[in-house]
């Protein structure tokens, strides 16, 4: 009876070390899985990130363009609004020295 105990135990002993040696195995494993998928989520954040500085860099130009547009439409309407008054004047001027005479 003592004899199957000790095989029993050295049995049990070994498989126990051959567990362990797997589950140390699969965890090595398993922890080089998810540095791989850390380091692809870290590669995809950053490119995201770098695309956000694009995108937001290209609205800060299309904002500058859309103010030097506006401005120079300003500049126009003035100018415009300029000599469609002398236009007028000179006109009304003329109508009415024609008149006068």
Do not use: G, P, W
């Not at 950053?46 to 937001?56: A, P, S, Y």
């Not at 547009?69 to 000599?83: K, R």
């Amino acid at each position: 009876m003592v004899d199957i105990v000790v095989v029993v135990f050295i049995v049990s002993s070994i498989s126990s070390i051959i567990l362990a040696i797997f589950a140390i195995l699969f965890s090595m494993r398993v922890e080089e899985r998810l540095k791989k998928n850390f380091l692809r989520l870290k590669d995809v954040k950053d490119n995201n990130h770098e695309r956000t500085k694009e995108v937001l860099a290209n609205m800060d130009r299309e904002a500058d363009d859309i103010k030097t547009t506006v401005m120079q439409a300003t500049y126009i309407y003035d100018l415009l609004s300029i000599h469609l008054e002398i236009f007028l004047s000179f006109y009304f001027y003329s109508k009415s020295n024609y008149f006068c005479n």
